[in-house]
């Protein structure tokens, strides 16, 4: 079975412009979240979905980050404008039945603002 | 809102040697998950722990959840080169309430 699926696995981006990452969870999985990596800050929740349905955005650092999940099988992750400090590894995961059950990674997204 | 925190942060060992990594919460779980994350790589699931006390196998790597639900550890037994990575765990709390990782323990290992 496909695990999940990010895109794209690398972008080098100039400052100011925007980003967008891209996931697709595992099929029947109702959960989806989004991670950020960094060596400062380590592994950090953005934002997760529950059927769709954002539930905790408390992550998300500021205006310039959103993410949307217009269906079951896709999600977006915007960064507008980007900055040299959102260099990061961007993870998306999902989990079947709930956020507190098992989460699988997708390979993540290795951003570099310049 | 519920904390997991993990010791040590970084866990230098030559080959053979065994290795632990501690992880404590906040709050009492309903369940303790460990994950290894291979440099450049993705979090992977190792393992749930839902019972106080309980105490799981793998090969070499030995996983405790604390009789409170507070706590939980991971002992690697001779370590090898495979082991490389940093080893995450994540705590539930109340029923329905999504995963809280530790910040991570990057074990390197020694030849």
């Known amino acids: 079975d496909a695990g999940v699926i990010q895109s794209p696995r690398h972008e080098v981006t100039e400052m100011g412009q925007e980003v967008t990452l891209r996931c697709k969870p595992i099929s029947g999985h109702n959960s989806l979240f989004w991670y950020r990596q960094t060596m400062m800050r380590g592994l950090e929740l953005l934002i997760y979905f529950n059927n769709n349905v954002p539930i905790d955005d408390s992550g998300m650092p500021e205006d310039r980050f959103s993410a949307k999940m217009p269906n079951a099988s896709f999600s977006t992750l915007k960064i507008q404008p980007s900055e040299p400090r959102d260099s990061a590894v961007y993870f998306c995961?999902?989990?079947?039945?709930?956020?507190?059950?098992?989460?699988?990674f997708g390979e993540g997204s290795w951003l570099t603002v310049v | 809102g519920q904390q997991v925190m993990q010791i040590p942060q970084y866990q230098h060992v030559q080959e053979g040697e065994d290795f632990t990594t501690y992880c404590n919460s906040s709050?009492?779980?309903?369940?303790i998950q460990w994950y290894k994350q291979r440099p450049g790589g993705h979090p992977v699931f190792l393992i749930q722990?839902?019972?106080?006390?309980e105490v799981k196998k793998q090969k070499r790597l030995t996983f405790q959840f604390g009789e409170a639900k507070k706590n939980s550890s991971l002992h690697i037994t001779a370590t090898q080169t495979t082991d490389v990575g940093t080893y995450f765990c994540a705590g539930r709390g109340t029923s329905g309430s999504r995963l809280t990782f530790g910040e991570g323990t990057q074990l390197t290992v020694n030849p």
């Open positions: 709050t009492t779980l309903s369940n």
């Open positions: 995961a999902s989990s079947f039945g709930g956020a507190g059950n098992t989460i699988y």
């Open positions: 722990l839902v019972k106080s006390g």
